[in-house]
């Protein structure tokens, strides 16, 4: 049996359904795939697979007849739902981080001007960085002569071998924390780029 058939089918059993009286008095309508609207004291063909409006003695709706779904259809039924949620979730994200950049700032340039304590923040990061490296690079110096102490003596104590590990491992560490950091300047700039994008629009003078 095809779907159409079977459509049809799911229909009859709802009028069946009804008591001899109801069903006697009530009729239906639709609007076919084409526009067109169609009235019947059975449902009519056309209404296939569209939804239907069971109407009583007085032509009033009391009851609509939503079509059954394909398992496609119902999929892609879920899926619009789905985004619709999603869209919304997403619209009212967007509200509050609106909401939030207007209470967080009051200017333009208080805007720029919590740019610049943010890149500032990061230099002095880097700052600090480069004298934790440079630390480091001094100590490697005093493990090498010590190591160069024991050339062709007796071996190196375990301690100091350990301690010339250790402190590569804390260069590249710190190496590796450097390197974050001034990557961070770009994507500080685009956020405050962003950011004062979207308060110049949200401040724009309404025409």
């Known amino acids: 049996m095809n779907r159409s058939a079977l459509s049809l089918a799911a229909l009859a059993a709802v009028a069946l359904a009804l008591p001899a009286g109801e069903a006697h008095a009530q009729s239906y309508r639709c609007v076919g795939k084409d526009g067109k609207k169609y009235y019947g004291q059975t449902i009519p063909r056309a209404c296939i697979g569209q939804p239907v409006e069971q109407l009583n003695a007085q032509g009033l709706v009391v009851r609509r007849?939503?079509?059954?779904?394909?398992?496609?259809?119902?999929?892609?039924?879920?899926?619009?739902?789905?985004?619709?949620?999603?869209?919304?979730?997403?619209?009212?994200?967007?509200?509050?981080?609106?909401?939030?950049?207007?209470?967080?700032?009051?200017?333009?340039?208080?805007?720029?001007?919590?740019?610049?304590?943010?890149?500032?923040?990061?230099?002095?990061?880097?700052?600090?960085?480069?004298?934790?490296?440079?630390?480091?690079?001094?100590?490697?110096?005093?493990?090498?002569?010590?190591?160069?102490?024991?050339?062709?003596?007796?071996?190196?104590?375990?301690?100091l071998t350990q301690d010339i590990k250790d402190a590569q491992v804390d260069l590249e560490?710190?190496?590796?924390?450097?390197?974050?950091?001034?990557?961070?300047?770009?994507?500080?700039?685009?956020?405050y780029d962003e950011d004062k994008a979207r308060y110049i629009e949200l401040t724009k003078p309404k025409k």
């Open 65 to 159: 007849i939503e079509p059954q779904l394909s398992a496609e259809e119902r999929a892609a039924k879920d899926a619009e739902a789905q985004k619709k949620r999603e869209d919304a979730a997403a619209a009212k994200e967007e509200q509050r981080r609106a909401r939030a950049l207007l209470a967080t700032y009051t200017s333009v340039k208080d805007l720029e001007d919590a740019r610049a304590r943010a890149l500032a923040e990061n230099d002095k990061a880097i700052i600090e960085v480069d004298q934790r490296i440079e630390a480091i690079k001094a100590r490697q110096k005093k493990y090498q002569r010590e190591m160069e102490f024991f050339a062709g003596k007796n071996k190196p104590p375990a301690k």
């Open 173 to 191: 560490a710190q190496e590796g924390l450097r390197d974050v950091k001034k990557k961070e300047v770009t994507a500080i700039n685009a956020k």
